[in-house]
Every structure is written in structure tokens, then in C-alpha cells.
């Protein structure tokens, strides 16, 4: 009842809305043994929907899912705030998903921590330079080192099956996995040595519908699906009432580190009905979880944000992604022969000279200073001076001369190379 009695009190969320949650409370809340869920064929399903718990089962709820609907078309349109809310987050690299949702927790004033595993100059530049863009009234910045370990490791880790487990995979199981549940552990002990218990910190867990599908990825996805075990864990273990917990599983996003050297096929997916994302696009879906409404919700039970646009709808992906790249693959060699036997087919019409003039050579500019060595003046320029004679004593003054410049580039030519 305490939900919606708040929320019949806000003046700011409109009728409409108010009936939407109070259909979904009576759903979710009211009869948590009747499922109140209208059964619907996978296939009219929609593509970015939430998930609540029946039984033992995740099922698709349309109330719930409504509702964040609605929360997506709000911040959309009207925007949101996270004013006074404090955000940590990893994984926050250039390209990231991450580093869209960072883009628009400051534009709602929220204070972030950030954490990187790569923290040097540029690295803080760019969050410096991403909070002179988005930050607003309230929003802060705090950026920390932190290294789950080696960067070069997690990387060299594709194409590894089972017979090609070793420690570097295991590695990355203990990024991907055990870490994040040290971090979830600490936050929790902080909450409870402060006895803070009427304010859980929301979780966004990073899954994937990727559990094997692609194969070749080592321990991946047996690490996100160990995540999955936190639902049960929010009331099986005593933490629950210091975490809340939002699942998002993420479908497939374009150009991050993650997913860049799949870029090309991404395209293709569409026609079998699968929906791929930016990284802008899957950040505005997870800032969408992270709305008050929703998270006063996952205070009472975790929520399952589906958010993997149709790939789990399709068995056979790693086929699909396999056959795409290798048509992909004959029709740029065939392009590739094409334009050489056109170039050949030039080459004898023209002349090989002939080639050189729709050639285009791009011409840099490049620092190549000469300095002639300085006119000297001669000694009657200097009778002016000698009006100073005798005026103070030569002994005691000190006097520098010279001209030109030392610094840490060397002199001022060197370091125009090193500007230019
Ligand atoms: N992209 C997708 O299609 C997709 C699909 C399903 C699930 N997901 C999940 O969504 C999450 C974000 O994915 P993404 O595509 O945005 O990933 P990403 O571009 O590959 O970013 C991963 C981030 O992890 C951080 N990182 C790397 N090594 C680290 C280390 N040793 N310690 C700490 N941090 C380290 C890096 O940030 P710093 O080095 O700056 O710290 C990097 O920005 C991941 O959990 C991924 O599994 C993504």
C-alpha cells in the first residue's frame, strides 16, 4: 500500500498515469499469488519490455512494462531528474554504453563516481570535458582509479572454447563476476554499518542474452548468467533491504569495445527481425530503469528489463552472424577484384602515368623553419649609453643578456615542430 499511496499524493504524475500504476500495483502487489498477466504470443511481445516474477518463472508483464514505456516517452519529451542521487559506475571507457548513461544522469544533475581502469590525464580530460558539456545544476564528477585488472587481457580473450579455458579467462570470469559482487558487497556493508534502511542503492546488472549463443567466448557468458543468481539471492541472503535490483539484458549494441568488430553485420540483423542498438540509444533504455517510479517499484521485488531486441527469438544466431559474414566476406572480394581489373583495364588504356593524375596527395604542412644568424649592431649604436657611465658601480651589478627561449621543448624553433 505504501507505494501507491505515495504516488496518489504526487501532483506531478498525471491521471493517466496514476491509473497505469494502480493497475499494475493491483497486478504486482495486491495478488502476488494471481499472476494478472494476460498470456500474449512471443512474437507480439515488445521488443524493450520488463519482466516480473510468477512462481519460479520470469514473465512478460504488460503492466509493468507499460508503465516504463510511459517513463521512456516522459524523459523523451519532458526529461527527467536524478537531482541529489549519487551514481557509481564502471566500465565507463570511450564508446561505452556506460559513458551515454553518464551523459545523461549529469544532464539530470546527478553527482557521479566514476571508476576507470585507465586513469591518466587524457582519461580525466575526457570526463572532465564530458561534464563542461552535459553537466548541470547539481550534477558533480568524481573520477577514481580502479583496476579490475588488465585491460590487454580482457581483450585477448575471444575465441576461446572450452578446451581453451586458462587463466586469463578465469581472469575475466573474476572481473565480469566475482568483482562485481565485491563491489555490491561493500556497498552493502557501507549501507549497513550506517544502518541505512530505508534506502537501498539501486543495482543495474549488466546480463546478456547471450548465454553460448555465439559460442567462442570463453567464460562470458557463464558469467552473466551467474548474475542471475542475484534474484534469487535478494531473498534467500539478508541484503535486500540495502540493494535493489534492476536486470538489464542488454540486446545487441553497436561500436562499443565489446561489440566494434561486429559493426559490419549489425545491418544485416534487421531483416531477420532482430532490433540492434546504439550505445545512445541502450543508454536512454537503462536511464529509463533508473526513473523513481521504477526504482520505488524494485524496492518491493527486482525487475527484469528485457531490453535484447529479439535476438533470444532467434535459435540459430550464431549460424545467422556466421552466414552473414562469410556473404559479406565473397562480395568484398569480388568487389575487390572488380576494381583491380578495372585498375589493370586503365593502366593499359591509359598509360601508367595516366593513373597519377586522378591520384590525390594529400600535402601536410611541415615545420621547416631556417633562422639566419642575428644582424649584429655596431658600437656607435651604443653612445647612448655611455651617458650611464660612472652613474653606478660596474662590480656590483649583475647583468644577463642574451636572447631566445629554453623550455621543456627545447628552444622556441623545436618547440614549434612539436606545436605544428
Ligand atoms: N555491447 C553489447 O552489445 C552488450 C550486449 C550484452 C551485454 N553487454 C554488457 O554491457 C556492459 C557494457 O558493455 P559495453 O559494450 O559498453 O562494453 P565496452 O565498451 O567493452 O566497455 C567495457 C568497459 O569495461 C572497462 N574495463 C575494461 N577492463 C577493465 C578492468 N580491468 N577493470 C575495470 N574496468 C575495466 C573499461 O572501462 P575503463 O577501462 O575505462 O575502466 C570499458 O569501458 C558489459 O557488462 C557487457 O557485458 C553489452
Given at each position: 500500500m505504501k507505494l501507491w499511496t505515495i504516488v496518489k499524493s504526487q501532483?506531478?504524475?498525471s491521471d493517466d498515469q496514476k491509473n497505469r500504476i494502480k493497475a499494475l500495483y493491483e497486478g504486482v502487489f495486491l495478488q502476488p499469488q494471481v499472476s494478472g498477466i494476460a498470456t500474449v504470443s512471443a512474437n507480439k511481445v515488445p521488443l524493450l519490455h520488463l519482466k516480473r516474477k510468477v512462481g519460479t518463472n520470469w514473465e512478460y508483464s504488460s503492466n509493468l512494462t507499460s508503465v516504463y514505456l510511459n517513463i521512456l516517452h516522459k524523459i523523451a519529451t519532458a526529461g527527467t531528474t536524478f537531482k541529489v542521487k549519487n551514481a557509481l559506475l564502471t566500465g565507463v571507457g570511450k564508446g561505452s554504453i556506460c559513458v551515454e548513461v553518464v551523459k545523461g544522469l549529469f544532464s539530470g544533475g546527478a553527482h557521479i563516481v566514476i571508476t576507470t581502469s585507465r586513469h591518466n590525464r587524457s582519461t580525466v580530460e575526457y570526463y572532465q570535458s564530458i561534464f563542461q558539456t552535459f553537466g548541470s545544476r547539481g550534477s558533480a564528477l568524481t573520477v577514481v582509479p580502479f583496476n579490475q585488472d588488465s585491460k590487454q587481457d580482457v581483450e585477448a580473450l575471444n575465441g576461446r572454447e572450452i578446451d581453451g579455458i586458462d587463466n586469463k579467462s578465469e581472469l575475466a570470469h573474476c572481473i565480469m563476476l566475482t568483482n562485481l559482487l565485491r563491489i555490491l558487497g561493500a556497498v552493502k556493508g557501507k549501507q549497513a554499518s550506517r544502518q541505512f534502511l530505508t534506502c537501498p542503492t539501486q543495482v543495474i546488472l549488466p546480463l546478456s542474452?547471450?548465454?553460448?549463443?555465439?559460442?567462442?567466448?570463453?567464460l562470458y557468458s557463464d558469467s552473466k548468467i551467474s548474475l542471475e543468481t542475484l534474484f534469487q539471492r535478494w531473498t534467500s541472503e539478508s541484503w535486500g533491504e540495502y540493494l535493489s535490483l534492476t536486470g538489464a539484458v542488454i540486446g545487441w549494441t553497436r561500436g562499443t569495445t565489446l561489440m566494434g568488430l561486429t559493426n559490419i553485420i549489425a545491418h544485416k540483423l534487421k531483416s531477420y527481425g532482430i532490433r540492434t542498438f546504439s550505445a545512445k540509444e541502450m543508454a536512454f533504455n537503462i536511464l529509463g530503469l533508473m526513473h523513481p517510479l521504477l526504482f520505488s517499484i524494485t524496492q518491493d521485488e527486482p525487475i527484469w528489463a528485457?531490453?535484447?531486441?529479439?535476438?533470444?527469438?532467434?535459435?540459430d544466431l550464431a549460424e545467422i552472424t556466421t552466414r552473414i559474414q562469410s556473404s559479406l566476406m565473397k562480395e568484398s572480394d569480388l568487389r575487390r577484384a572488380i576494381a583491380h581489373d578495372n585498375a589493370t583495364d586503365y593502366k593499359i588504356l591509359n598509360g601508367v602515368d595516366a593513373e597519377c593524375l586522378i591520384q590525390t596527395v594529400d600535402v601536410l604542412p611541415h615545420a621547416n623553419f631556417r633562422f639566419k644568424f642575428p644582424d649584429l649592431e655596431t658600437q656607435e649604436t651604443l653612445i647612448n649609453v655611455t651617458k650611464l657611465c660612472d652613474l653606478i658601480d660596474l662590480e656590483k651589478v649583475m647583468v644577463v643578456t642574451g636572447s631566445g627561449e629554453a623550455g621543456p621543448w627545447g628552444n622556441s624553433r623545436t618547440r614549434w615542430e612539436m606545436e605544428a
Open positions: 501532483s506531478e504524475i542474452p547471450n548465454h553460448g549463443l555465439f559460442g567462442n567466448d570463453s528485457d531490453l535484447n531486441g529479439g535476438m533470444d527469438r532467434l535459435p
